[in-house]
């Protein structure tokens, strides 16, 4: 029950929504998005598909797979976990329980793996790190969250003195609103999700909807971040020839400057915890968690902004008929808060050639709090519909991964701990 109670905070923090005013066009919340008013969990699994337990690990948050087959499991507490096709290995390839902060939504909370793995053995774990001794909250010194590349040897262990911290000291104000996911896209760059902190820098009183940090370009919180394998800034990223442009998470502290962050890729985001890119593509799809009435996929593009604090889904902050038309980059799909919904995870576009070419090119997400997958099918018209997949309790990551039938989707589930894969009957 203390689990239960602890992760029923850790995707999703209902504070009251404050009014903020925007000129802004009202229209029906439905006009933008036809089929994500609201939406149905799935009652039972899609036929034709297996649903079975392959491990258990306690408090999964992410997962990833080396070209080799290896599973590579994330628990919030802060052990890296490899899972063989004979089984979990024994001992963590990692533990870093011990320089951790882990309450709340902090902890290790993603995992990638180089594109040129089979030559460098490169893995990259984002997590909190405990910079001052003391797992606090503002006002004063807070962890920080930062990303580290290590290298994975053969024997499933991270190699002695392989660290490199890469991207660091994003600030994590409160224990929430962390998100913290990574992932590669096709242009060989490492982009990164973080959260707004819940509560705003310097202003620690101002949280939820009053907290302006995903609006402000001077941060990296809110944001998507992009760098090269080695966490140096693409010449490309949309704010690098700015004026007053800074490194922001570098492991020496921030450049000097006035911002932006020149590693912002895009902004506006609430709690983006989990991402997913379409195989063959550098753009990334990012599920992030809303407040009190919608949850959103945004597909992301260079230098946009989504909205947050100001806009959830496709309309104004806390409201389902004041929606704005065009002042913001739309999300692709948005669905309201209902029948227990509301907190998006997941994230998972299905390969090419996967179940027979069966739901070819969707997107699979998941909702931590109602239980349930979901595909996104774009229909002929370009409208988006999500179709229920399975039952999944407590769903925090998607992944697709090998398996005897071929590849297979992967989950975990936080609840019970356990790794489960999604397959062809």
């Not at 915890?273 to 009190?292: A, E, K, L």
């Not at 995870?345 to 349930?372: K, Q």
């Not at 999500?386 to 297979?408: E, H, I, N």
Request: charged share 20%; net charge neutral.
């Amino acid at each position: 029950m203390a689990a239960q109670t602890r992760l029923a905070r850790l995707m999703w923090i209902g504070a009251a929504s404050a009014a903020v005013t925007l000129s802004l066009l009202t229209i029906p919340a439905t006009a933008a998005n036809t089929s994500g008013d609201t939406i149905a969990p799935a009652n039972s699994l899609a036929k034709g598909l297996t649903d079975k337990r392959v491990a258990t690990v306690g408090s999964p948050t992410d997962l990833a797979f080396t070209p080799d087959g290896r599973a590579l499991i994330t628990t919030q507490t802060g052990q890296l976990r490899v899972l063989r096709r004979d089984g979990l290995v024994p001992s963590p390839a990692l533990d870093l329980s011990g320089r951790i902060c882990d309450d709340n939504e902090r902890g290790l909370l993603g995992v990638a793996v180089d594109p040129d793995f089979g030559a460098n053995q490169w893995i990259y774990l984002f997590w909190t790190f405990d910079k001052f001794s003391s797992c606090r909250v503002a006002p004063g010194p807070t962890p920080v969250n930062r990303v580290t590349r290590f290298r994975l040897g053969a024997r499933d262990h991270v190699a002695s003195g392989s660290a490199r911290v890469i991207v660091d000291n994003i600030p994590s104000p409160t224990a929430n609103h962390n998100a913290g996911d990574l992932a590669f896209g096709a242009d060989g760059m490492l982009y990164i999700t973080t959260g707004d902190g819940r509560c705003e820098i310097g202003a620690p009183a101002d949280c939820g909807a009053t907290n302006d940090n995903s609006r402000r370009l001077d941060l990296p919180l809110g944001k998507v971040l992009r760098v090269t394998p080695i966490g140096d800034i693409p010449a490309d990223n949309p704010y690098v020839n700015a004026v007053d442009a800074r490194r922001c998470t570098a492991p020496g502290g921030p450049d000097p400057g006035a911002g932006p962050c020149t590693e912002t890729y895009a902004s506006g985001f609430r709690n983006p915890f989990r991402m997913g890119i379409r195989p063959g593509t550098s753009t990334p799809w990012v599920n992030d968690v809303g407040q009190d009435t919608w949850e959103e996929i945004n597909k992301v593009d260079a230098g946009s902004d989504y909205g947050w604090n100001v806009r959830e889904g496709f309309c104004l902050t806390g409201s389902t008929v004041s929606c704005d038309p065009g002042t913001f980059s739309h999300p692709v799909f948005s669905y309201r808060h209902s029948n227990g919904c509301g907190s998006i995870t997941g994230g998972a576009f299905v390969p090419p050639g996967t179940w027979n070419g069966r739901f070819a090119r969707d997107y699979m997400f998941a909702d931590f709090l109602c239980g349930s997958i979901w595909r996104l099918h774009r229909g002929a018209d370009g409208s988006y519909t999500a179709k229920p997949l399975a039952p999944a309790a407590g769903p925090v990551a998607l992944t697709f991964g090998p398996s005897r039938q071929g590849r297979a989707l992967y989950y975990g589930d936080y609840f019970s701990g356990q790794i489960r894969r999604i397959t062809p009957s």
